[in-house]
């Protein structure tokens, strides 16, 4: 067997995180960023788990924008309310994290399930500074991305498209698709008259 090649550690490196700019436009102040993480550490948490109505009623307060019976658990993670938006009868899981940096829209009656994390936030790799790179992600109506998938800045997943659990979606999907993997991609089409009634 050919033996294995020890990586190099120590050379220099091509990041210069001395010249990070870390701004960008967070739509609030500062004391109000610092409140609201304040009260997602230590109330958000301690809510029953089915007092959906009252953390809907916490978001909005902090300006997201909350449909009509909404179910939201009190381990979800959501890092500023004000650029989220969730529609009618829409259910975010158990330790969901919305890392929402930039807008994230979720339709009506969408499931985003356990531990997935939406992340509207990376970096340029190839740029000495480091530059934050953020853009939107946007979740069409019936829509149910299953348990521990990310989603990467920049998607759009179409309405009533499926994503099979711990999928990576760094690509927009299409509307009334499956699709799953990493990279996660189409495999077939779903048809509203195969759809069971009861």
């Known amino acids: 067997m050919t033996p294995e090649l020890e990586p190099i550690l120590d050379s220099k490196s091509w990041f210069d995180l001395s010249q990070y700019n870390s701004s960008f436009n967070r739509g609030k102040p500062q004391w109000f960023i610092l ?7 230590i109330i958000f948490p301690i ?3 089915n007092l959906n109505s009252f953390r809907c009623a916490l978001l909005r307060l902090f300006g997201a924008k909350i449909g009509k019976n909404v179910v939201i658990r009190p381990s979800v993670k959501i890092y500023f309310p004000w650029k989220v938006e969730i529609g009618d009868y829409s259910w975010i899981g158990d330790q969901v994290y919305l890392y929402s940096l930039d807008k994230i829209k979720i339709g009506s009656n969408s499931i985003i399930s356990q531990k997935c994390y939406f992340c509207t936030g990376s970096h340029d790799a190839n740029h000495v500074n480091f530059p934050l790179i953020i853009a939107p992600i ?3 109506n019936g829509v149910w991305i299953a348990a521990d998938c990310f989603v990467a800045q920049g998607v759009k997943i179409g309405a009533n498209t499926v994503i099979g659990g711990r999928s990576s979606v760094f ?7 499956m ?5 996660c991609q189409p495999r077939k089409s779903r ?3 195969d759809m069971k009634k009861n």
């Open 171 to 177: 690509k927009s999907i299409p509307a009334e698709t």
């Open 47 to 49: 809510t029953p788990h």
């Open 179 to 183: 699709a799953w993997g990493n990279p």
């Open 191 to 193: 048809n509203f008259h």
């Open 35 to 41: 409140l609201w993480w304040l009260i997602e550490a």
């Open 138 to 140: 946007i979740i069409g």
